[in-house]
């Protein structure tokens, strides 16, 4: 059982500010993964936790228990670094003994531990070697079993995959995954890559420059992104975000990117969402994911006619480089679906997939249609 | 034209460009030092191996006579030959162990930051730098019985460090002690800043008290640098001569080096003195031998 709570998190290097009041809860057996970009201060934050980090201003509190005065060791927390950082001269038992050897417990419960966490984590075999002679996955394993091995109360990882290549990382995001089901303990997990974060959490937690953005499940910041940021930053390829303006047109709402030449249609009931989401006439942004644009190859009623520009065959599908107006959509189809650029298409925008922010702000408007 | 050109390559290829091919370069670098160490180095350690066979005695124009092994066996049966042996070994433990202990301790001091770390470190690298008698002179007068500034410090009154036949070995060690911790130290802050900052942090996450991280971890990643540390100054202090010789003329500080001397240029005993000479060789190259096996076998982990 172990709850983790930050209160009003503040921490400077000199004058930059790193964490800028951070409130998070995280509840006993979650796994939450915290995103952002590199400097976001996502792994400041975990170091704090872990007590690797002082910080400025604030509480931490594991178990409802203030500890950001005390040490690392005191904190009962387990923390996989992204270098590793196994004890080069030590074999692998004695990586994953060094823990409960440093505590000093009885030889027999040491040796018993270490064979059980080695077979969870399938590196039985690799007891004898040292770091030196294993592959990258094989050094992950070992420094989770050395996290996993004392049964800490909560387990923290920091980008634990980032160094491994493409494959690899695939791999060892199933294992992660696979052991905290198994082993179900509180978990912090802090990457800049939104698809691991996707793949893993149970709560994403978006920070950036310090401020955290968005906490919510994968589905939630997926389909419903706070603001222009976590939009951007959550989803591949990346949503769409065009200038638009709102239009009255008959009995249907109509949103005209500039320079187009006529509007997508969009439900009536558009103009009193925004109205309510609190949109100020101008300087609204229209967010779709690729997609949400939807394409036709012939003319359609409630389709716009444009032109494809760009086409990136991904093998699965298709991206495809869409000119309205002055500004491009992009647009995911079925593979080789348009054959070639230049070719004239007929594309919608679908209004259950539409977002709209406040280009100032960078705030969603809310609007769900 | 030609010139501007010139200057623009670098200096390998603007030789090259002068006609100087790498063969040449070689050969004019190569050639002089191969000839200096066979006829500064080699030559006279094989000559004097020769010697050490013989009755040669370098003060006398009589012809050397082969003698077999007659020198090595009147050395290795000569108990003041041994009792030579026995202060060097002395010597050895108490100035290279202070030396590891002092310099270790005072780089794990200085293996943080703070402000004038950079000038602390090149003060405390002094002592190294300085001439061999210079030290041993200057500290003789530190240790004066009447009116050295030792005794004055520590309240002895009148105690003679140099000329007590106890107590000699130990000033002169000191001494060594002083001069050279810099150097075990400078080693030792370089093993030290080596061992990468994560680890202590795992440590730490790991529960692990200081003095177990220190014991598991920092000492175990510095030993290879110890180690190093440790074959130099034992090679140093196996051979050293200048302070012993210079600041004390006690029996009890009659280390093999001092024996060497009086044997070669004071008695004349050519042959004999060039068969000591090489049995000392063999001790070092053995003692070295052993440590560096010894490190191969750290290294490895």
């Known amino acids: 059982m172990t709850h983790i709570e930050l209160r009003d998190v503040q921490k400077f290097f000199g004058e930059v500010q790193v964490i800028k009041d951070m409130n998070l809860v995280i509840e006993d057996n979650e796994f939450i993964v915290m995103l952002g970009p590199s400097g976001c201060g996502k792994t400041t934050t975990l170091r704090a936790v872990a007590g690797l980090e002082t910080i400025d201003e604030g509480d931490i509190l594991i178990d409802g228990k203030v500890v950001q005065h005390l040490k690392a060791a005191d904190r009962d927390i387990a923390f ?80 634990p995959i980032g160094a491994l290549d493409a494959k690899l990382r695939e791999e060892m995001r199933t294992e992660i995954k696979r052991l905290h089901m198994q082993q ?12 691991e974060a996707m793949a ?18 994968p589905d939630e910041v997926y389909l419903h992104p706070a603001n222009l940021f976590v939009a951007q930053f959550v989803g591949s390829p990346v949503m769409n975000i065009a200038e638009a303006q709102v239009a009255e047109a008959d009995s249907e709402a109509r949103v005209v990117m500039p320079g187009a030449a006529e509007g997508f249609v969009f439900p009536r009931n558009l103009l009193g969402r925004l109205e309510a989401g609190g949109a100020k006439g101008d300087g609204l942004a229209l967010g779709i994911r690729p997609e949400g644009v939807l394409v036709e190859r012939e003319r359609r009623e409630g389709y716009l006619p444009v032109e494809a520009h760009i086409i990136e065959p991904l093998g699965s599908h298709d991206i495809i480089d869409l000119q309205v107006g002055t500004q491009m959509l992009r647009a995911r189809t079925k593979a080789g679906f348009v054959p070639r650029p230049g070719e004239k298409v007929w594309v919608r925008i679908d209004p259950a997939q539409a977002h709209f922010f406040d280009v100032e702000s960078g705030r969603s408007l809310g609007v769900r249609l | 034209m030609t010139t501007i050109a010139l200057e623009r390559l670098d200096p390998s290829s603007r030789a090259a460009a002068r006609g100087w091919s790498d063969l040449t370069i070689r050969n004019v670098f190569i050639i002089p030092t191969i000839v200096f160490l ?20 370098a003060s006398v124009s009589a012809p050397a006579n082969f003698v077999g092994l007659d020198n090595y066996k009147r050395l290795l049966s000569d108990p003041n030959i041994w009792r030579n042996f026995t202060v060097t070994a002395k010597y ?18 200085l293996n943080r930051a703070f402000p004038f770390k950079g000038l602390f470190t090149t003060l405390l690298l002094l002592p190294m ?14 240790y004066d019985p009447s009116w050295g500034i030792i005794n004055y410090a520590l309240g002895l009154g009148r105690f003679d460090w140099l000329s007590n036949p106890d107590m000699a070995l130990y000033a002169v060690a000191i001494t060594d002690i002083w001069m050279w911790s810099p150097f075990v130290m400078l080693l030792s802050l370089a093993g030290l800043s080596a061992v990468p900052k994560h680890l202590y942090e795992a440590a730490a996450i790991d529960r692990a008290s200081s003095w177990y991280t220190f014991t598991r971890i920092t000492l175990p990643l510095v030993a290879p640098m110890l180690l190093i540390a440790l074959i130099f100054r034992t090679m140093e202090a196996f051979k050293s001569f200048d302070l012993p010789f210079i600041m004390s003329g006690q029996p009890t500080t009659e280390v093999i080096a001092i024996r060497l001397y009086k044997m070669a240029f004071q008695e004349w005993q050519t042959g004999l003195s060039c068969a000591l000479a090489y049995i000392m060789l063999i001790v070092v190259i053995a003692i070295t031998n052993i440590y560096i096996k010894y490190l191969n076998r750290v290294k490895e982990r």
């Open chain 1, 80 to 159: 996989v670094f992204q270098s590793f950082s196994l004890y080069p001269h030590m074999t692998v038992y004695e990586n994953i003994a060094f823990p409960l050897r440093a505590t000093g417990q009885s030889r027999a419960e040491i040796d018993r531990a270490v064979r059980q966490v080695a077979d969870v984590l399938r590196i039985a075999p690799l007891l004898k070697r040292r770091p030196s002679a294993l592959s990258g996955g094989d050094m992950q394993r070992v420094a989770i079993g050395r996290a996993l091995v004392r049964s800490p109360k909560a387990l923290l990882m920091d980008e």
């Open chain 2, 129 to 142: 730098m300085m001439s061999m008698a210079v030290v041993g002179l200057f500290w003789k007068l530190l």
């Open chain 2, 38 to 57: 066979i006829v500064f180095n080699i030559f006279p350690l094989l000559y004097s191996l020769g010697y050490s066979f013989t009755d040669f005695r």
């Open chain 2, 92 to 109: 050895v433990i108490v100035s290279v162990g202070g030396q590891m202990i002092v310099g270790f301790g005072i780089a794990l001091l």
């Open chain 1, 200 to 217: 893993l959490a149970d709560r994403i937690v978006i920070m950036n420059e310090g401020v955290l953005q968005q906490v919510g499940s």
């Open chain 1, 184 to 195: 179900g303990s509180t978990t912090v997990y802090v990457t800049h890559d939104q698809v």
